[in-house]
């Protein structure tokens, strides 16, 4: 398997590669079990890797540019991969950043410019992880929950399917997996238990890196 490591994954460009997850499958027990591990990242996240590839094998200039450029320049990418690129270019930027979040030996909070960010729009990081949960139990079928810099300020946002905030100009600071996939296995319906769950375990050093003052 590729060695890249996943926060790269915005940096790549032609032909994708799926980033190591870096720790073992059971590293997230009990939070996220290890066969929805081995499924989600070998299958769903690789899946999206290999569809980008074959959607833009044919097309040399597009392997020119960036994951992040190809997501940011949607309405410029030829109609007849566009799709394509939005849904597996985004599968792949939003799972790269999604498994460093689970990462072991985690930082159960964030620290420096992030956690004061945090304190500051919404009151303390138990508030962030209150508006986190609330809206992604809310977000309807399929898609991500993020906490998002929008010129510096923090908030939260939903996205359907794999649309991804950079597409926005928002910048994901952490993004968290509300599709079935996810947690169906050990959770069946209850997304929000499954939520609880991740949340409570998020490697926040992870986060700390993706905000900029
Ligand atoms: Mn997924």
Same mark, same amino acid.
């Given at each position: ?12 460009r032609? #032909?994708?590669?799926? #980033?190591?997850? +870096? ?8 939070? *996220? ?17 290999a ?38 270019? +985004? ?8 498994? #460093? ?9 964030? %620290? ?8 500051r ?10 508006a ?27 996205? %359907? ?5 950079? %597409?926005?100009?928002? *910048? #994901? ?41």
């Open positions: 398997m590729d060695q890249l490591q996943s926060t790269d994954v915005l940096m790549q032609y #032909p994708f590669a799926l #980033p190591a997850l +870096g720790y073992a499958l059971d590293a997230v027990e009990p939070a *996220v079990d290890s066969r929805t591990m081995s499924v989600h990242h070998a299958g769903h996240h690789a899946t999206y890797v569809n980008l590839n074959r959607a833009i094998e044919s097309d040399t200039a597009l392997h020119q540019l960036t994951l992040r450029e190809l997501l940011t320049r949607l309405p410029t990418i030829p109609e007849s991969v566009r799709t394509s690129v939005r849904n597996d270019g +985004g599968g792949h930027a939003n799972h790269g950043q999604f498994w #460093p979040l689970l990462a072991p030996n985690r930082a159960a909070q964030p %620290s420096g410019a992030l956690g004061q960010a945090i304190t729009d919404f009151g303390s990081l138990a508030g962030c992880v209150t986190l949960k609330q809206a992604g139990t809310g977000q309807f079928g399929s898609g991500w929950v993020w906490l998002v810099s929008d010129n510096g300020k923090l908030r939260v946002h939903t996205t %359907s399917n794999q649309d991804t905030p950079i %597409s926005e100009r928002l *910048v #994901p600071i952490m993004g968290v997996d509300v599709w079935e996939h996810a947690y169906y296995l050990k959770y069946q319906n209850k997304r929000a238990d499954y939520l609880d769950a991740v949340l409570a375990r998020l490697n926040w050093s992870a986060a700390d890196t993706r905000y900029q003052v």
